[in-house]
């Protein structure tokens, strides 16, 4: 495009005022776009080689703006082909350096903070001060010289928009703001070499038109960049609008499975409640059945003993009916208990022993129940409610000849973990030869032995001040 | 409301265990009146023995159960109803607290629990 215009303006040698003032304030406009949708992208983006390429396309944009309103007033003494001379071809050069010292600048800057662009845009402006000042001492046009250049002032600016060119064409896998700047700088400095050979309107020449084709290129320059800029930004959006509706498709697909998940989730649970009830109720049942036969077999054992004359077997049928009552109450603490595996064994020693000594003891025997509050299950209960019942029936059997004593049960931790329960009583105490006598033949001994060695305890009796037995047994605290 | 007799009806659908208290009521020195293993039966016998005391068992043959049974005897006949249970779960403990129980116990009874709450139950009819 740019070619077919340049040729077109060759050819036809189009070098009006009027034409020159369009193209002018088409360079002012399409840099002012490019400043706008630079300054977008970094806003939405947040780069600053955007940022600061904005910055000095602003700059450029004043300057391109004072080199169009310069040449439509002129001052009074001035021929309107002097002030072509004097403000156009005067504040061409200004404008020329400082935009591409902006853009090549930028590129320096791209890895700087984006709070530097005040300082930067100051000094572009000083700058374009500056060179305005410069620029009206030196002259605009000279007669044609090596290769026939007009203007040599102005050969720093295609040999600069060269420089950003490859610039900003080795800036690998940067953004793609750079290479459409690459693309743009390229015909920037392509167009700035034509006005090297560019003329006032009174110079007869070949090469009419240069000028024209300069303006023409540097438009096109900011169009194509203008362009860039602007598939950049649909292509953002683009990519934004499908990142988008892929997000809404991944969050109503998440909310399915989500959904998914939670009513099968409820769905076990309400299944495992189930089983869980059902287990409970399986336990109770079980429980109770025990219980009842318990029962069963102490009605059955009540009834027998009502039949036998012998006061020997009717005492050992009442010991039986002791200890079926211990296994029965175990069972009662199960079923009372919220999980059914595990109950506090203190209050159960305490029924237990009130039990037997209301039982057999008569109303002259104290009894004291001292038991921290420990959690067992089956496995502990049924031998520690089986040794209690043995231990204190031993006692009232044996301790109180005049019906008059005490009898303590202790159930403590010691120190070191281990648990200790202690059966006392202040009775006569015992002769260890007639104990060991009784140990060779008494039933409550010998289920004493069985039991200890079931808790895989250690028991140990003394008689001091009556008889006290002391089991240690090792109890975790976990059922 | 005339006045009751001294004695003690069992209801219990475990007719050994139902012999078993009975023995022991006996061996407290009371009267067993009679013996019932289903609610209907039990009411029944409540109506025409009228005692002072019925331990009532939870569970019983057929559909109605012990405290079904307890609350026709409190209405008609105004027997000090002892409960005999093998449960423990809360919700037959909250019926039986529905039903004017004068005591509840819970299996295994033992000889002393049994003798002391029937005498205190036999002292509350007036009958002691």
């Given at each position: 495009?740019?070619?077919?215009?340049?040729?077109?303006?060759?050819?036809?040698?189009?070098?009006?005022?009027?034409?020159?003032?369009?193209?002018?304030?088409?360079?002012?406009?399409?840099?002012?776009?490019?400043?706008?949708?630079?300054?977008?992208?970094?806003?939405?983006?947040?780069?600053?080689?955007?940022?600061?390429?904005?910055?000095?396309?602003?700059?450029?944009?004043?300057?391109?703006?004072?080199?169009?309103?310069?040449?439509?007033?002129?001052?009074?003494?001035?021929?309107?082909?002097?002030?072509?001379?004097?403000?156009?071809?005067?504040?061409?050069?200004?404008?020329?350096?400082?935009?591409?010292?902006?853009?090549?600048?930028?590129?320096?800057?791209?890895?700087?903070?984006?709070?530097?662009?005040?300082?930067?845009?100051?000094?572009?402006?000083?700058?374009?001060?500056?060179?305005?000042?410069?620029?009206?001492?030196?002259?605009?046009?000279?007669?044609?010289?090596?290769?026939?250049?007009?203007?040599?002032?102005?050969?720093?600016?295609?040999?600069?928009?060269?420089?950003?060119?490859?610039?900003?064409?080795?800036?690998?896998?940067?953004p793609q703001v750079a290479s459409a700047v690459a693309a743009s700088a390229s015909l920037m400095a392509l167009a700035h070499c034509f006005i090297l050979f560019s003329q006032p309107a009174d110079y007869p020449s070949l090469t009419i038109g240069t000028g024209m084709v300069a303006h023409f290129g540097k438009v096109a320059a900011d169009l194509l960049l203008l362009l860039s800029l602007t598939q950049i930004g649909a292509a953002d959006t683009a990519r934004r609008l499908r990142a988008e509706s892929e997000l809404t498709l991944l969050n109503k697909y998440l909310e399915q499975r989500i959904g998914e998940r939670t009513s099968e989730l409820v769905g076990a649970n309400e299944r495992l409640s189930q089983a869980l009830e059902e287990r409970d109720l399986l336990l109770r049942e079980v429980y109770h059945r025990v219980k009842n036969n318990l029962q069963l077999i102490d009605s059955i054992v009540t009834l027998q003993v009502r039949r036998l004359a012998d006061p020997d077997a009717k005492l050992a049928l009442k010991g039986l009916r002791r200890r079926l009552y211990a296994l029965g109450l175990v069972h009662q603490q199960l079923m009372g208990s919220p999980d059914l595996k595990t109950f506090d064994v203190s209050p159960f020693l305490k029924e237990l022993s009130e039990n037997i000594i209301e039982g057999i003891g008569g109303r002259d025997i104290s009894l004291s129940v001292k038991a921290i509050p420990l959690n067992v299950g089956l496995d502990i209960a049924i031998p520690l409610g089986l040794l209690v019942t043995e231990l204190v029936t031993n006692s009232l059997k044996h301790a109180f000849p005049d019906g008059k004593g005490k009898i303590e049960v202790v159930l403590d931790r010691r120190e070191d973990g281990t648990m200790v329960l202690v059966v006392s009583d202040n009775g006569t105490g015992y002769d260890i030869l007639e104990a060991s006598e009784k140990r060779a033949h008494g039933l409550g001994t010998a289920l004493i032995d069985g039991l200890v060695s079931q808790l895989k305890a250690i028991i140990r009796v003394r008689s001091m001040n009556g008889t006290i037995s002391e089991i240690l047994f090792a109890h975790d605290g976990e059922p | 409301m005339t006045v009751l007799e001294k004695a003690v009806l069992i209801v219990e659908d475990e007719h050994v265990i139902a012999m078993g208290l009975s023995a022991q009521i006996e061996d407290m020195g009371l009267e067993v009146c009679g013996t019932a293993d289903t609610a209907e039966d039990a009411v029944a016998q409540a109506r025409i023995h009228r005692p002072a005391i019925i331990l009532m068992d939870v569970r019983l043959r057929g559909k109605a159960d012990g405290v079904d049974a307890a609350q026709a005897i409190y209405e008609s006949v105004g027997s000090k109803i002892i409960f005999i249970t093998g449960s423990r779960e809360q919700q037959t403990i909250d019926r039986i607290k529905l039903d004017h129980p004068f005591a509840t116990l819970f299996k295994p009874v033992s000889d002393r629990q049994l003798a002391t709450t029937v005498s205190e139950a036999m002292l509350a009819a007036g009958q002691a």
């Open positions: 495009m740019f070619g077919l215009g340049a040729t077109c303006i060759l050819i036809w040698q189009v070098q009006s005022p009027i034409f020159h003032t369009i193209l002018d304030t088409s360079a002012f406009l399409a840099s002012g776009l490019v400043a706008l949708l630079l300054w977008d992208i970094s806003k939405r983006t947040n780069q600053p080689l955007a940022w600061f390429l904005a910055i000095a396309f602003g700059v450029l944009t004043m300057a391109e703006l004072l080199h169009t309103l310069i040449a439509l007033e002129r001052l009074s003494w001035e021929t309107a082909a002097e002030a072509e001379v004097r403000w156009r071809a005067g504040t061409w050069a200004p404008s020329a350096y400082i935009s591409a010292i902006g853009v090549g600048a930028a590129l320096l800057l791209r890895t700087y903070p984006q709070r530097l662009g005040a300082a930067f845009a100051l000094v572009l402006i000083l700058l374009y001060v500056a060179l305005l000042a410069i620029f009206q001492f030196l002259p605009r046009y000279l007669l044609p010289g090596f290769f026939g250049i007009t203007r040599p002032t102005l050969i720093g600016v295609p040999l600069l928009w060269m420089a950003a060119t490859f610039g900003y064409w080795r800036l690998e896998k940067g | -």
